[in-house]
């Protein structure tokens, strides 16, 4: 298929390392299909080790200038990165839904929403403060300052080809750092574009390379044993999080997990129910339930059960699958053949448990990375679908009676991105969201990302928080610097 936008310029297909569209030393590529129809997209330049070796020396010398220059300049570079992005938006979401199938809607959103953070990050580059202390000596100061942490490797998802690339580079340029980036294979097109842009706005060569690669393990394995990486920063699953950090460990690197989630949607039965139904079907279906903070496990009070599921089940009846770039769809494939027939085991585990399919509940007739919206009924916290995260289109919808129950319920589970909860009852709102062990809770609400917030788990989904002024902390290191000899 040939691929048609308005700028074919961001069409790229080369790595972007120091500065240059270079092919891979070896000249291998790798194919990048469109989920939807099985068609070859393009071919990328497969680079490797040490390609990926060129791109951290040349990020480490790139990055001793870029540091010493007023946070005011990095700023205006971030500013004409943002306004390109949102100027080459529709060409951006429309490589976004060949390559990763959300519907081009979606794709417009993630486009808005990834330059948010560069918008974010060009504001707050200014605001890196630092701190005075009265020490026990009358003779001395101590100065606190924030200095860049360094080279940062950054690996990224092809759940969300273009934000989850922006909420990294963005605060790792706005404090001084040069970044190399391994975007996922399935999605490479989003971040050559994105590079393609960056490299518009004037950024200096070599701050910001994108080695694309077959071989997540060469690159990753280079990203975390090299010294000169000072930090690594990964949105994944939680199996390859906890691979990277024990890589990092022999160099002692600062790290930086969004990993896996099992988000419960706990409905009480004093919630307007509507919108708390109107929330799960947002939440659970949002990018076909390939999202880390989707609606995994939805739990709702024994009094509303049965009116909620007939609600939930009509509405998914009327969900349209099919092409994203179809208008009538209104959800996409999932993002490969094996991703769908890992959803499918799921749905089949549950089902010889005993778990009753209310919609949907198999790989569609349009393709093989199309699954059917599913709920199911009858489940229970001992199938897969209780424990894993699913990553599909998969709604199991749990009973609880108690909110101590339901509390107990969302906290049994190794994961601890975001939850969810419907209430009108305000003590409870609090007894709740202090109860539950998330980095995130969304009350009467499931839209909760943005710029401005600390998107990050706890337990087995991760550290650190991306966005949000806590977000640059992550691209930091403190000094303390002691002032002698004060008295004359
Ligand atoms: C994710 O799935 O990790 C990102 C979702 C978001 O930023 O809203």
Known sequence: MTIQLNDMGLLKTRAFINGQWVDADSGETFAVTNPATGELLAEVASVGAVETRRAIEA????????????????????????????????????????????????????????????????????????????LPQTDRRGVVIKQPVGVVGAITPWNFPNAMITRKAAPALAVGCGIVLKPASETPLSALALAELADRAGLPAGLFSVVPGRSSREIGGELTSNPTVKKVTFTGSTPVGKTLMKQCADTVKRTSMELGGNAPVIIFDDADLDQAIQGALISKFRNSGQTCICANRILVQDSIYDTFMEKFVAAVKDFRIGNGLDSESTHGPVVTAKAAQDIDAMVKSAVEDGAQV???????????????????????????????????????????????????????????????????????????????????????????????????????????????????????????????GLNG
């Open 358 to 484: 209310l919609v949907g509940g198999q790989i569609d007739d349009q393709g093989e990375c199309f699954y059917q919206p599913t709920i199911l009924g009858n489940v229970n916290d001992q199938m897969r679908v209780f424990r894993e995260e699913i990553f599909g289109p998969v709604a199991p919808v749990f009973r609880f009676s108690t909110e101590a129950q339901a509390i107990a319920m969302a906290n049994d589970t190794e994961f601890g991105l975001a939850s969810y909860l419907y209430t009108r009852d305000i003590g409870r709102v609090w007894r709740v969201s202090e109860g539950i062990e998330y980095g995130m809770v969304g009350v009467n609400e499931v839209a909760i990302s943005a710029d401005v917030i600390p998107f990050g788990g706890v337990k087995e989904s991760g550290q650190g928080r991306e966005g949000s002024k806590y977000g640059l902390d992550d691209y930091l290191e403190v000094k303390y610097i002691c002032m002698g």
């Open 59 to 134: 990020a480490e010398t790139a990055m001793q200038d870029w540091k010493a220059r007023p946070a005011a300049e990095r700023a205006q570079f971030l500013k004409r990165w943002y306004a390109l992005v949102m100027d080459n938006q529709q060409d951006l979401a429309k490589l976004m839904t060949l390559e990763q199938g959300k519907v081009l809607a979606e794709s417009v959103g993630e486009v808005a929403y990834g330059a948010s953070f560069i918008e974010w990050f060009a504001e707050e580059a200014r605001r890196v403060y630092g701190d005075v202390l009265s």
